[in-house]
């Protein structure tokens, strides 16, 4: 069992900025696959981003060039960065990890951008 716990959303106005935490419990998390996902109001969950275990990333196209996203297998920790964002960013982010034959999620973060 792999517990993910986000942190870091919040409410900022449009072309701000915002970090995104997640802590990962367990022994082995340099061996998740990390990623980050977000649902909008009435929208389907959306893959924003991931990153393997040797720190190759991969975006979805409309997060290219805003957002980066990086792991601290120190720290247990994969983050989200987001900048330049617009209202349409506005969804909860949760955090998903592949491990151990199995595919866990945080609970969510809200992220609302104020136009």
């Known amino acids: 069992q792999v517990q993910l716990v986000e942190s870091g959303g919040g409410l900022v106005q449009a072309g701000g900025s915002l970090r995104l935490s997640c802590a990962a419990s367990?022994?082995?998390?340099?061996?998740?696959?990390m990623a980050w996902y977000r649902q909008a109001p009435g929208k389907q969950r959306e893959l924003v981003a991931t990153?393997?275990?040797?720190?190759?990333?991969n975006y979805a196209d409309s997060m290219k060039g805003r957002f980066a996203i990086s792991r601290d297998d120190a720290k247990n920790t994969v983050y989200l960065g987001m900048n330049s964002l617009k209202p349409d960013d506005t969804a909860v982010y949760y955090c998903?990890?592949?491990?151990?034959?199995?595919?866990?999620w945080g609970q969510g973060t809200q992220v609302t951008v104020s136009s």
């Open positions: 990153i393997t275990p040797g720190g190759s990333t």
């Open positions: 998903n990890a592949e491990a151990m034959g199995g595919a866990y």
């Open positions: 367990g022994s082995f998390f340099s061996t998740y696959r």
